[in-house]
């Protein structure tokens, strides 16, 4: 086991997989906590009835049903966000028992939330928006609100400490991979005509521009060919690189980030995005895997390569997060300020710290805006019908 990840992860997948002896029971759990945290989440925002509808609606569609049965691990940490933002909810409604959500919402929530390297970041961004909110708008929750802010903070920290350094022994971040998202833009940028010789001038010793030089780092995945020993050389140089780099042209490292990551933005500036969302086949071929039942997986993988086929509308981020905040805004649903301040935080690390763009990075707001539309389309609906004649 490594510390690639997150150790919470590993630990979690060997320990319920029975050291890998069981990995269809990995499946079983994480579609049934997906499931849940979002069931949670629309009995939060929304009346019994309709949350009822709404939720039933969205967990057949392939995002929640698709995407619960993969074995990623941004799965189960958009499940810790879904709780955790169901918490701050019901905890502004003042309903239900207090201790009572805590077990159901928080402390399952804060675990989850350590399964990925930007959830504890994503924790702490959406605690200073939210925070902020409730200071400006509800002084009188703010002190509470705080307390249990920090408490998932410090709750997810400790796991994802003991995890790494006590049980294996490793520091929480590697470096390799958390400079990922770092050594593209520097390839991204040497393979411009301002970029010559940065390398050589930021990572003295270690490969050179053209080595370091590749244009499909700007925005996918970087194929430079400086070897995997000379990335694990650079470590060390690579974050004052990309500061300097930074600091020395900052319009790049936008632009570049910008269009790596047009899926987060609302407006179609380079086009409808089309960005990997939904995967229904993720096994490298001639390894001896195959499909158990051929024929019934071959159809069950339709509605997945449907939904996939509309990413430009099913997972493009940007929109179901300004669906959201519209929803939050126009209403004035104040149950809807927690899901939107960690849809703004989620959004604000995937589009500095992702390397490569994919719908399920953003898979928490894709499914709250979604079910805040399916909600409001609901209660319009029932309003209609209470207006109809006997």
């Known amino acids: 086991m490594t510390n690639a990840y997150t150790a919470s992860w590993a630990l979690y997948v060997r320990n319920f997989s029975f050291h890998g002896q069981a990995i269809a029971l990995l499946t079983l759990i994480n579609g049934m906590v997906f499931v849940y945290s979002v069931t949670r989440l629309g009995y939060a925002i929304f009346s019994g009835r309709t949350a009822a509808i709404s939720t039933f609606l969205l967990t057949l569609t392939p995002l929640v049903s698709g995407m619960g049965i993969t074995l990623w691990h941004d799965i189960l940490m958009s499940a810790g966000m879904l709780l955790v933002t169901s918490f701050f909810i019901n905890l502004q409604k003042g309903t239900g028992s207090y201790r009572k959500l805590l077990v159901l919402e928080l402390f399952p929530g804060a675990l989850f939330c350590s399964f990925r390297p930007n959830g504890l970041p994503t924790i702490a961004v959406f605690a200073a928006i939210y925070g902020a909110v409730m200071f400006l708008k509800y002084r009188s929750q703010f002190a509470q609100t705080l307390k249990l802010m920090a408490t998932a903070f410090l709750l997810s920290a400790i796991i994802t400490a003991i995890g790494s350094n006590i ?7 590697n470096n390799y991979y958390a400079q990922e998202w770092m050594r593209n833009d520097i390839s991204c940028y040497a393979d411009s ?16 521009t053209n080595s370091w030089r590749s244009s499909a780092a700007c925005i996918f995945l970087n194929t430079a060919a400086v070897s995997g020993d000379e990335k694990v050389a650079a470590e060390k140089f690579i974050p004052s690189a990309w500061l300097t780099l930074l600091r020395e042209d900052p319009f790049f490292v936008l632009r570049t980030h910008t269009e790596r990551n047009a899926y987060l ?51 493009w981020a940007g929109l179901w997060g300004l669906v959201l905040i519209g929803i939050m805004v126009v209403g004035r649903k ?25 719908g399920r990075y953003a898979l928490f707001v894709l499914i709250t805006g979604q079910l805040a539309l399916i909600g409001e389309f609901t209660e319009w609906v029932q309003r209609g019908s209470r207006r109809l004649p006997n």
């Open 265 to 315: 933005i609302p407006i179609p500036i380079f086009g409808i995005p089309t960005e990997p969302f939904l995967h229904s086949t993720i096994e490298f071929k001639d390894q001896g895997i195959e499909w158990a039942f051929p024929k019934i997986a071959e159809e069950a993988r339709a509605p997945m390569r449907a939904w996939n086929a509309a990413r430009g509308l099913t997972g």
């Open 193 to 208: 005509d301002a970029g010559d010789g940065f390398v050589e001038e930021t990572i003295p010793g270690i490969g050179s």
């Open 167 to 173: 049980i294996l022994g490793l520091s929480p971040i």
């Open 334 to 358: 104040r149950n809807l300020i927690p899901p939107a301040a960690m849809t703004v935080a989620l959004m604000v690390i995937i589009f500095v710290v992702a390397p490569i763009p994919d």
